[in-house]
């Protein structure tokens, strides 16, 4: 039985990230301004990651759960590093 | 007693000595010379040592096997002729050496002089003993270099300079040529080795490629030894120090040339080819080089000229091509030696002592300093050939020589006359030196008031004036043993007859001798109102300047032809190129398909899944996004990349390869940081073309043709890469890969395991040129020279700091800190975080997914976290990031390693590997690819950071401009005390 559930809520949650990633991949694509775009940019690196988080727990790897930590860890860097550039027109100063 | 060592020993001993001559003080010339000095001797005494062994036809060898694959070792080979050679060279060096000591001047640096002389005089031996023509060649480059640098000792000296670049240019492109022809004829031969080319002689020349490898070698010899059309390179050089000319431009460098003629002959000579190439260049160069030397007004210039007339002498006795000449040949290299060098070292003594060597301006010289007016005297009477000096010998033996018949052409016949012509302008050149410059009435108006000089510094010269005496009077008992020995080294067992005396009867050449004489005086005399009128150089020919021709030449081919190029394929639009470039491979991509247009097996796609395929609509739409968005909005662009790269990396998950995506991943964040520091940087968009240059129509034309060529290369790469990957991988040796990675390199990361052992030494060459990056980049980074509207602070900053001026109650600054007072802290914290994970990868990457590369860039993005967090100026006070002492750490590291395994007789960069038993964590797989990977860790943590922060410090720039520094000394200015 709960192996079933598995099955159903994995391969729906995927099915929701992905189009979740759609949506954040529209606001970067559209804008309108660059702000929306980072914070587009962000969601789409969050989903990225629980996307991976479901390969992980779909496949008993904990190997999915590295790339994870790595997307959650380093997707953050990149946020902030455009955050930053927005507000100061340059990265380090 | 151990010859054998012996040679090594005599041929190390320069280079050590030079090597501890460049480590002394910088004033130190007295153990400067007494250095350089025992070394000659030493070596001196091991060749007199070695005397017995070489006399009767003997040879002393020495080799070390170097690459015996490839025939290559390191030989030595000592016969009577390298015997002679070395001692000349030694023992002319170590008179040099005396000599210089009081010739250069207090402020000259000694030990720089003295460690290129002595590093030369090695490099001279290593051309005479060597066994092998490859290393003989490396040699003789070696003497090209060290010319070159003794030239330019006094490189504050223009014409030191240009005669040095000319020496080095002429010289090493004719060693160049030489040794394409020591390829061509270790080719012929089969072999390197010198013996085995002196044995086969006839092979040599019945190949069809012996004409090619003559001109070859000839090339390389007749430059070096300064013979027409190449022999204006000698007179330029006369801009080194005169001990230099003295050793190197007369006695010893420039006789590497008619060494190799000489030592080549018995394998290269004996054909028409030989006699007419190396003759004529013989032939012209003695009768020119006369001719030039009775026009010169300098000193130096006058015996540089003469030597290369002697030279051509040589060169023309072994172009005769018969066994007498090449001993005639020897004889004179002797000879030449000992009167040319008392001669330069007579003539810088009178420079010395003057302060001029302008033989207009020198006369009378006989009355302040007669001791060296008579040693240049003798000297000058052996150059002319006066009996009883051993210049006469030789020159008997030549005038001998040229009256044999030879081919009998019209050339041969007419060489006895011709060279009696040029004997004459010897004459004329040697009493010009005699008697201009030491008799007539005493001169005035010198710089300085010439007197004798110093003992030891006239003893060099008067010690070879007495060889020259004693050879001419008893050739036969003294320098009789050590010709024979040299001839016989060259020429076999079977000599030909040749005698020593002084007196042979009036014979023809004696004739010839004394027509010379008697036409050499008046030829002095007739030209002596030319020569007092003061020109430089002989009437009409001194505007044929081989220097200028060459110089023209030089400026033709360097500068001219390379504008001329570059203004007919050079463009400065980097989108012409890009689009050459694309075009170019599309085109290449193309080629093949014609020949294999049918591609029948196209695969099956197959289980199509949804979440895969929407994941691949969110890439592809942000890769079009940022192709769309890359011309208009910059900052777009590189977020859509962000989201294209990153479903890259959920691609490489899904099809499970977690190693690709982790790479990929943090290559995708540190490439978005180092385009975002980029950006600040370019220039902005011009928004408006001018519609003159161009109509709206050719714009658009351009436009989509740009769109055309794209789309074509995209669609192309993808269709390549589906149809590759779609079908089965053929058999390669990734199964290898698979099979041993855990058997033979003892990790279960089968890509690291590839990466750090199986092709370590790739690794190592990769890191490598990561390391060369890092430092190009950084390098060409402080010279960077931003557009001129990237140069102020932005436009945001400005803002912020007009806002907080405005307001009272904040300090400039404060919207910064006020913004980034959360970020910054959780940045702070994220710096151990960051650290941590990079270390886990680093060491659990030999057995699972991670490795040196992936932990190195982690690494350093947690640096430049910080970077970003608090700024250049606060991290550096606090952080001492020394990104170029982890790269040295990485490289010396990697190679260490890889050294390592030397020590336990295995091949570099093996690798070993075993379990340790720890108390808690139990078992641990320890591999010394580990030490490896984390020398390739070190590395890439401290290029990425040198680049990132290299990019990063040009913001500091704002700082360093001049309103900045108007705005802050404006701010100081109240601060001060008021006076």
Known sequence: MSAIFLTWSLGLAKIFLALAMGIAAFRVLRGPRAQ?????????????????????????????????????????????????????????? | MPYE????????????????????????????????????????ALLASAYPRIVDGGVIRFTVEWIPDLGLDLSLRMDGFAWMFSTLITGIGFLVVLYARYYMSPSDPAPRFFSFLLAFMGAMLGIVLSGNLIQLVFFWELTSLFSFLLIGYWHQNAQARDGARIALIITSAGGLCLFAGVLIVGHIVGSYDLDRVLA??????????????????????????????????????????TPVSAYLHSATMVKAGVFLLIRLWPAMGGTQEWLWLVGSAGLITFILGAFFAVFQQDLKGLLAYSTISHLGLITLLTGLDTPLGQVAAIFHIMNHATFKASLFMAAGIIDHECGTRDIRRLSGLWRSMPITASLAMVAAAAMAGVPLLNGFLSKEMFFAETIEVHDNSIVDQALPYAV????????????????????????????RTPHEPPFLMRLPAELLVVACLIIGIVPAMTIGPILHAAVRAVLGSTLPKYSLAVWHGFTPELLMSIVAMAGGVAVYFALRPYLLSGIEGPPVLRHINGR?????????????????????????????????????????????????????????????????????AVGVSCALGAAYQAKFHRVAALMLLGGAGLVTCISFIWLSAPDLALTQLVVETVTTVLLLLGLRWLPRRIEKISPTE????????????????????????????????VRPAPDSISRFFVENAYTQGGGANIVNVILVDFRGFDTLGEITVLGVVALTVYALLRRFRPAPESIPIPEQQQAQNVYDDRHPDRQKGDTLKDAMATPALMMALLFPVIGVTALFFLLRGHDLPGGGFVAGITMAVAFIVQYMARGTIWVEAHLRVLPVRWMGVGLLMAGGTGIAAWLFSRPFLTSYFSYVETPVIGSIPLASALLFDISVFSLVVGATVLMLIALAHQSMRSHRTPQAREARTREAAPMKPAK
Not at chain 1, 63 to 88: D, H, N, P, S
Not at chain 2, 212 to 238: C, D, I, R
Not at chain 2, 573 to 586: M, N
């Open chain 1, 36 to 93: 929306d775009r980072v914070a587009g940019l962000d969601a789409l690196y969050v989903n990225a990651m629980l996307l991976a988080l479901t390969f992980g727990i779909a496949a008993g790897d904990t190997l999915y759960f590295e790339a994870a930590l790595i997307i959650a860890l380093l997707g953050f860097v990149g946020t902030v590093a455009f955050a930053k550039f927005l507000l100061r027109g340059e990265v380090i100063e």
């Open chain 2, 5 to 44: 060592s012996f040679l090594i020993a005599g041929l190390l001993l320069p280079f050590v000595g030079g090597c501890v001559a460049a480590l002394l003080p910088t004033n130190a010339r007295n153990a400067e010379a007494w250095l350089a000095g025992t070394v000659a001797l030493i070596i001196l």
């Open chain 2, 200 to 241: 086969s002689g006839e092979a040599i020349r019945a190949h069809r490629l012996y004409v090619p490898g003559l001109v070859l070698v000839l090339l390389g010899a007749l430059t070096k030894s300064a013979q027409f059309p190449f022999h204006f390179w000698l007179p330029q050089a006369m801009a080194a120090p």
């Open chain 2, 420 to 447: 009696t012509l040029a004997s004459m302008f010897t004459v004329a050149y040697s009493l010009r030196f005699i008697r201009d410059v030491f008799f007539g009435p005493a001169s005035t108006e010198l710089p």
């Open chain 2, 548 to 616: 200028r021709i060459f110089e023209r030449v030089l400026v033709t081919v360097s500068w001219r032809f390379a504008r001329w190029l570059e203004n007919i394929l050079g463009t400065k639009r980097l989108q012409t190129q890009l689009q050459l470039l694309a075009v170019f491979a599309l085109m290449a991509g193309l080629l093949p398909l014609p020949v294999r247009w049918a591609v029948t097996d196209y695969g099956s796609a197959s289980g199509f899944d949804p979440v895969f395929a929407l994941l691949w």
């Open chain 2, 694 to 725: 161009r109509s709206a129509g050719t714009i658009r034309w351009r436009r989509s043709l740009d769109f055309v060529i794209a789309a074509c290369a995209g669609v192309g790469l993808a269709t390549l890469a589906y149809v590759t990957m």
